[in-house]
């Protein structure tokens, strides 16, 4: 799991070179906090701090997005993913250690969301620690799933740059991070309450914001905790039905 | 496709060409100069294979890229087609078809057909001149059949056959093959050289090979390339002739138990004979290769040697000298 | 070959030839795979839909003095074609190098800024669905056209059409000298497309960033094609951005063709010509 998090940690800095790789995670939320900031100024500010919020959490589905989901294409792109899948270690351990390569960049993007929020918008936070450990814990679990869904995905399709970009602008609009999901049409909500950013996005800023405990928040935390014991299942299982189907077809060293 | 050549003015003349390169092992640390080449002068003239022979990292696919205008020398000059490679690179393209090495080049996404097309208007042919030139070129490869199949899908012969129909559909004067049969099998090989051999006379082609038997298959004139230099020039047979007075005797013996150390020096003792070996076949019997030239006395002198240390001889034999002989005798090292 | 099969004696119609069969090729490489199909239609439109809710839930209805879908609309016109200048023509030497054919491209005579311009070719006509879904929804959500002048109508698109090609220009000069276009590329898109006015008004941007907008082409098409298409303005009014939009992206075109010059010889002399 190290390993795999330092060789992507590596590669990541090498390509991208130190500022192009801050510039990168720090500069897509921050542009797309301060249009969602301009849009909500002056008419409706009280979405400012919603959108902050909902940015920074938006961070997370991306890095996995980008990270996870498309790590193992891109290894098969450059001809090492049968060195991965030939190698005795646990799948799970070098996906998870991707993931991790990818949680850097997240706390990164988060961080500078949170700070330009704070200084260009001077958002205000009022936070109930305990709710919202409790609220990023299941998160950041049900993503972790969310990540090996979206890899078994990626890998399955070989077009896993252009499933993470069709992914992305879903998320958005349906992932409640720039407003309520009650701002959505009736239509679009049944889908969008089908998905964990939602909830999380929801969850955090309730926590973050207006200081509800975790007693109050159960209408969150219980589809939370859901999505964070089922994910994880479904991405192992989806990682292991591609890997089976690779395997059945006689194309795993094609990968 | 017109020319600025003189009626006997030769296809491709290079003089001195010299190229640095330089290099960083790691970010921030001091910049290394590698010499790739360091004096190459040639002429090629019109309507002959000339051969650019050698190991890998000699400097061929350096004089290849500043040949065919995609890498400026760093001293030196060179026409192509009658045109300075440097002042007039655009009339240099426009004479030239190239092979660069490799199985990339060609967009993987379009068909065999959509490729030429796209090229022949690159090199800015007509609709009705890429029509017939893309059919003829195809059937000329062998490719018709599969020419509507995207190209990710085709063998690497089967791509090069594409790259070698791609530099011959402008009908250019001039093509530069760089390694057009490396990572084939033998048998694609073996098609693509006699595609390449029925070129001439009507074209002129320089071909890098660090393959023997290919070189001296094709070319009328090679130019031997070691470290960045033309070590040695002449048609193949001029070459083989500076070995000519010197046979190889190859020497396999019975086993030796243990005494390959005893039975390596007592050849070494012989005079003006040159050594290498043993090498082991398939069988893990030994065997000595002796350069020489009085083929009677290094014979008796090795047979007496074996005798004295008790081992027995399994096969003789005198092989006539090779290029790679040649490159031994020039270049002063095995070609690997 | 004989003179007649030849364009070379023409470099006009040799340069168009060379377009044309780019942009051919471009679209017949991204048909490759269904899922190009969905992706390129459907991002735009759920851009559109994302902006749309936010504009829905702060209360505006009236944007930029058009109506809100209709302003939407031109202005995810202009991210599409903002998109196109920075992946496609902006993009399209790094396409040949990930292909692995920018060894063939530099080997061959034709024109550098033919392919380009072949690129930007292809993809505009790629995304005509895209412009045509985007209409719809649009439409279907408020958006009405009112073109007092078709003039300025006609002219504003053409405006913003080349000021995209434009900035392509200048863009594939910058990815090629830096080895680092997709990394630029990612780095520059977020903050282009808040600064080119396509989602919020210049008007509502910070003073201290507005200088970027004023330098980019596509920012005054957009300012002159918006008007001219929702709102009736004829030439009059839309003019003096049409007149700076085309003065800006000829400074930008001019600004290419040098870097590419210079991209190339710079490229030749170090070694690196066949490895973009």
Redesign the interface.
Known sequence: MAASWSARMKEQLV???AL?YL??WI??P???L???G???EG??PA?VPYAVVGTATSTLVFTMLYNVGQTLDTERLRGTLIGLFLAPAPRIAWLTGFALAGAFETSLAAASTVGFGMLVFGVRFDVDWPALLVSLGLLLLGLWGLGFVFSAIGLW?R?SN??S??VS??M??LGSV??PIT??PLWLRLPARALPLSYGVQALVEASLHHRPLSTLTAKIIPLAGFAVLLPLAGIAAFRWVEHGARRRGDLDLY | MSEALLPDEPAIEAHNLRRLYWRRSRPFARRQEVEAVKDISLTVRRGMIFGMLGPNGAGKTTTIKMLSTLLTPTAGTARVAGYDVVRDDRAVRRSLGVVLGGDRGLYGKLSARDNLIYFGHLYGMRSAAIRTAVAEKLELVGLTERAGDRVEGYSRGMKQRLHLAKALLHDPPILILDEPTIGLDPAAAMDLRREIAALAPTHTVLLTTHDMTEADALCEQIAIVDRGLIVAQGTPEQLKARVAARRRVIVAVEALNGRAPAVASAFAAIPEVTVSGPEYDADGAAQWSLMCVDTTQALDAALSALRTQGVGVRTIRVIEPSLEDAFLAVAGRSFE | MIPSESLQGNEVAWALSVTLATGRAFLTRMSAYLIQFVRWPLGPLLIFAVWRVMYGASGRTVVGGASLSGFLVTGIFGSVLLSSSIWTSGYAIEWERDEGTSGSLFLSPASRAAVIAGYGLGSFVWFLPCFIMVTLLGVATGATLNIGSMAAAALGALAMVTASLSMGFTLAGLFILSRRGNLIANVMQPPLLLLGGFAVPIARLPLSVRWISNGLPITHALEAFRPAVLTGAGLATTGRELALSFGVSAAYVVAGLLALRRVEHVARRLGQLDLY
């Open positions: 390509i991208s070179g192009g510039g990168l500069g897509l921050v542009f797309q301060a249009t969602a301009l849009i909500y008419r409706n979405l399709s077009r252009d499933v970009n069709l602008p879903v958005l609009l720039y407003y701002a959505l």
